[in-house]
């Protein structure tokens, strides 16, 4: 930890153990040592405040194993009496504004969401315990990626952080299309003008006037049955040509794999897909969990792009999340650069990073962490779009 004697921030709060026996006792845990707390992990995965799908066990640890066993840790909350766990989040460090090392919840472009899991029944004192174990570890700031801001899980984190006097702020904070499921497709899309849900039909019509267009929704073990079609077709577009598709990095490719049938055998996987005379021309994979799913991968074949068969597979995987009846909402789990979900989904949701630093230089540990982490966010999308840009001027 660095030396500041002042940590978090005054006089009359500390750090430091409190005086009577916590309820809850910290835990930093390797990959073997997570493993065996799978039970405790898998039972928090399915009853969290805010669920997220790449923190449970089914995807977490077959990341951990083969695509990045190195760089992550864990750090977990659980009850003295009891031993079930009430927060948990894959953890790893960097230098940060001021800061050398600092701790963040782990997160990356295969899993943009950095939401904790933390027991519902004590929220609040999960995320107090879980802030007060990641600043003791290595220092004074600490940042979680990739919040929902409005949500229950960012609001347990800034009272936590209060409670231990300590500073918050957000930073990066951008708008994330998200589908509220409620009502019907056709209710939706009726506040689509004609001409749009004219095109939208003329593009369907011209792929079926192709051949025999099939519409497949999957769910569970059939939907990891086809998974290797999905791979397939993401491997022969951009991503394949650029090295960047799953299929293209072994390590990446066992992950998903493993990943895919242990969410399909937890019930946690759908799989939405068009099929032109039986060859894959366009999928969505989607994970469920709790009351949302996250559109996790799409895929479509690029001779087929006039037609915009992304664009028809999002439409039919929209009308199957409709017909879900446990659902309330879908992540589209899109980034800051611009996408097709941007204009068919109408509700949006505040995501960004939250920034907590105690000490007497707490005002400036924030400040100089915010600017880091945006100079980094505007360094990524610059790269993204100008990728796009290449990858345009070589197709003209």
Same mark, same amino acid.
């Given at each position: 930890?660095?030396?500041?004697?002042?940590?978090? =921030?005054?006089?009359?709060?500390?750090?430091?153990?409190?005086?009577?026996?916590?309820?809850?006792?910290?835990?930093?845990?390797?990959?073997?040592?997570?493993?065996?707390?799978?039970?405790?992990?898998?039972?928090?995965?399915?009853?969290?405040?805010?669920?997220?799908?790449?923190?449970?066990?089914?995807?977490? +640890?077959?990341?951990?194993?083969?695509?990045?066993?190195?760089?992550?840790?864990?750090?977990?909350?659980?009850?003295?009496?009891?031993?079930? +766990?009430?927060?948990?989040?894959?953890?790893?460090?960097?230098?940060?504004?001021?800061s050398r090392s600092a701790p963040l919840v782990w997160t990356n472009a295969y899993a943009p969401l950095g939401t904790p899991l933390l027991a519902p029944d004590c929220a609040e004192a999960a995320a107090t315990k879980f802030l007060r174990m990641?600043?003791?570890?290595?220092?004074?700031?600490?940042?979680?990626?990739?919040?929902?801001?409005?949500?229950?899980?960012?609001? *347990?984190?800034?009272?936590?952080?209060?409670?231990?006097?300590?500073?918050? *702020?957000?930073?990066?904070?951008?708008?994330?299309?998200?589908?509220?499921?409620? =009502?019907?497709?056709?209710?939706?899309?009726?506040?689509?003008?004609?001409?749009?849900?004219?095109?939208?039909?003329?593009g369907y019509r011209r792929l079926k006037g192709q051949g025999h267009l099939v519409r497949d929704h999957l769910r569970g073990v059939h939907a990891a049955a086809v998974f290797e079609d999905f791979l397939a077709l993401e491997q022969a577009g951009?991503?394949?040509?650029?090295?960047?598709?799953?299929?293209?990095?072994?390590?990446?490719?066992?992950?998903?794999?493993?990943?895919?049938?242990?969410?399909?055998?937890?019930?946690?996987?759908?799989?939405?897909?068009?099929?032109?005379?039986?060859?894959?021309?366009?999928?969505?994979?989607?994970?469920?969990?709790?009351?949302? *799913?996250?559109?996790?991968?799409?895929?479509?074949?690029?001779?087929?792009?006039?037609?915009? %068969?992304?664009?028809?597979?999002?439409?039919?995987?929209?009308?199957?999340?409709?017909?879900?009846?446990?659902?309330?909402?879908?992540?589209?789990?899109?980034?800051?650069? %611009?996408? +097709?979900?941007?204009?068919?989904?109408?509700?949006?949701?505040?995501?960004?990073?939250?920034?907590?630093?105690?000490?007497?230089?707490?005002?400036?540990?924030?400040?100089?962490?915010?600017?880091?982490?945006?100079?980094?966010?505007?360094?990524?999308?610059?790269?993204?779009?100008?990728?796009?840009?290449?990858?345009?001027?070589?197709?003209?």
């Amino acid at each position: 930890m660095e030396s500041d004697p002042t940590l978090p =921030g005054d006089e009359t709060t500390s750090l430091a153990a409190p005086s009577t026996v916590s309820p809850f006792e910290p835990l930093f845990m390797t990959l073997v040592e997570a493993e065996a707390e799978t039970s405790a992990w898998q039972s928090l995965s399915d009853q969290a405040m805010e669920p997220n799908p790449f923190f449970r066990p089914e995807f977490l +640890l077959p990341y951990l194993h083969y695509a990045e066993p190195a760089v992550v840790s864990i750090a977990a909350v659980r009850r003295r009496v009891g031993g079930q +766990l009430v927060a948990f989040a894959p953890t790893g460090h960097r230098k940060l504004g001021l800061s050398r090392s600092a701790p963040l919840v782990w997160t990356n472009a295969y899993a943009p969401l950095g939401t904790p899991l933390l027991a519902p029944d004590c929220a609040e004192a999960a995320a107090t315990k879980f802030l007060r174990m990641l600043m003791m570890q290595t220092g004074p700031l600490l940042a979680l990626p990739e919040q929902r801001l409005d949500g229950t899980v960012a609001e *347990a984190i800034r009272a936590g952080a209060q409670a231990l006097g300590l500073k918050v *702020a957000q930073t990066s904070s951008y708008q994330r299309p998200v589908l509220a499921v409620h =009502g019907s497709m056709a209710s939706y899309l009726s506040h689509f003008s004609s001409q749009r849900r004219r095109r939208y039909a003329k593009g369907y019509r011209r792929l079926k006037g192709q051949g025999h267009l099939v519409r497949d929704h999957l769910r569970g073990v059939h939907a990891a049955a086809v998974f290797e079609d999905f791979l397939a077709l993401e491997q022969a577009g951009w991503k394949g040509e650029a090295g960047t598709a799953i299929a293209s990095n072994p390590h990446l490719a066992t992950f998903a794999r493993k990943a895919v049938e242990q969410l399909a055998a937890a019930g946690c996987l759908m799989l939405d897909r068009l099929r032109l005379d039986d060859r894959t021309i366009a999928a969505v994979i989607s994970f469920r969990d709790g009351p949302r *799913a996250y559109a996790w991968k799409t895929a479509f074949d690029e001779t087929q792009a006039r037609n915009s %068969p992304g664009l028809q597979v999002v439409l039919a995987a929209m009308e199957n999340y409709f017909h879900h009846d446990a659902l309330v909402e879908v992540d589209s789990l899109a980034g800051r650069a %611009p996408s +097709l979900i941007d204009d068919l989904w109408r509700e949006r949701a505040s995501f960004g990073t939250l920034v907590v630093a105690g000490g007497g230089l707490s005002s400036a540990r924030l400040l100089s962490a915010k600017g880091d982490i945006v100079a980094r966010d505007i360094a990524r999308l610059g790269a993204k779009r100008l990728d796009s840009a290449l990858r345009r001027f070589r197709k003209t």
